[in-house]
């Protein structure tokens, strides 16, 4: 039996590589029963692509499927799909929600279905003391490696203090975090954290701020810490936005990463920020505070025909007027953001 250390040791191994981590989609067919072969086939696509892993189980696969008894079949088609690749392990990660009981019972089905780590939604929390939050994650890093997870509350989530953050990184199992907070002095909160809590060297970060992707990922982090400055980096990205058009974003992640290990960094690099930003607002729906974040993910999919649609498990979860708009002129305004002819090169052997 793996000890819990050597888990840790593993997992942060895997994610010290970074890179693209798509948040992993959920295939329903019409009757919105779940279509495993198309399920796999996403899997298939994502690591195809050059993903260095899956995030499965997350917000972009729909909290729905706890009650819709899905949570297991979702974790074993992507766990099933790396094990078929030959060319390099990919880091598996779930994604576990609700009170302490739900949360550790998750991470431990995560654990016995070969994932690696979870990462650890805590919005069910928002009203609880920060004391209570760590508490909590502290029981969840008993049984799994933890990455944490910084939400914005226009989707379900809260800010949490520098001291949290801080105090949660001194966690041993922590082995990344998450940033998605949209907002840049929080974001900063999280990394002066890590720095404080003497971690830099054993968390990574990976931006999940869908409106600043790549700047993100081009610029360091100066962080004062006993009268020096401690550099760190974010290494890659967690994103739902990277679940479509998966292909490019390997592309423009190794791109960027080596923009970023020099001293001048490119102004085509750095224009990148606004055109992928441009096309995050229009598929994540920034416009009404991201309601059809993840149908948008998934009308890009149908166009390419990994998806036959865009059903959700709540029918109310729909594309929001204008977005079918939206969506067609950035298409038309960024063509090479699209990955078309790597899906459809490819497609017919995913969907075998």
């Known amino acids: 039996m793996t000890s819990m250390d050597d888990r840790v040791d593993h997992a942060r191994r895997l994610l010290a590589r970074g890179g693209v981590i798509p948040a992993h989609p959920l295939a329903l067919s019409a009757d919105r029963q779940l279509d495993e ?4 086939a996403l899997s298939r696509y994502y690591l195809d692509a050059g993903s260095n892993g899956l995030a499965v189980g997350v917000h972009t696969t729909q909290f729905g499927i706890r009650d819709a008894g899905l949570f297991p079949d979702v974790l074993r088609i992507s766990a099933e799909a790396a094990a078929e690749h030959a060319e390099r392990e990919p880091v598996l990660i779930a994604g576990v929600i609700g009170d302490t009981a739900q949360a550790v019972a998750e991470a431990e089905l995560a654990i016995a279905s070969g994932y690696h780590a979870v990462l650890l939604n805590v919005a ?3 009203d609880a003391e920060e004391s209570e939050v760590l508490a909590h994650c502290r029981a969840v890093a008993e049984v799994a490696p933890v990455i944490g997870f910084a939400l914005l509350p226009e989707v379900g989530g809260f800010h949490l203090s ?3 953050w801080r105090a949660f990184a001194e966690i041993p199992q922590v082995v990344a975090i998450k940033m998605a907070p949209f907002n840049r002095y929080r974001t900063i909160d999280i990394v002066r954290g890590v720095v404080h809590a003497r971690a830099e060297e054993h968390i990574t970060l990976f931006t999940g701020n869908d409106d600043h992707i790549v700047l993100d990922l081009l610029a360091p982090f100066d962080i004062p810490r006993d009268g020096e400055l401690v550099r760190m980096q974010v290494r ?7 679940s479509v058009w998966t292909r490019r974003a390997v592309e423009q992640s190794e791109w960027l990463r080596d923009a970023a290990s020099g001293d001048l960094v490119p102004a085509d690099a750095l224009a990148l920020d606004s055109r992928v930003t441009d096309a995050n607002g229009a598929i994540y729906d920034a416009r009404n505070d991201f309601a059809g974040c993840i149908p948008g993910c998934m009308e890009v999919l149908r166009r390419q025909g990994l998806l036959e649609g865009v059903w959700c498990l709540d029918p ?3 594309l929001s007027p204008g977005q079918l708009a939206e969506i067609d002129r950035v298409y038309a305004e ?4 699209s990955d078309d002819d790597f899906v459809a090169s490819n497609l017919s052997r995913w969907l075998n």
């Open 37 to 40: 072969r198309r399920q796999r």
């Open 124 to 126: 069910s929390w928002r």
């Open 162 to 164: 520098f001291d949290f």
């Open 236 to 242: 890659g990205g967690l994103l739902g936005h990277w």
């Open 316 to 318: 109310a979860e729909a």
């Open 334 to 337: 960024h063509p090479d953001l």
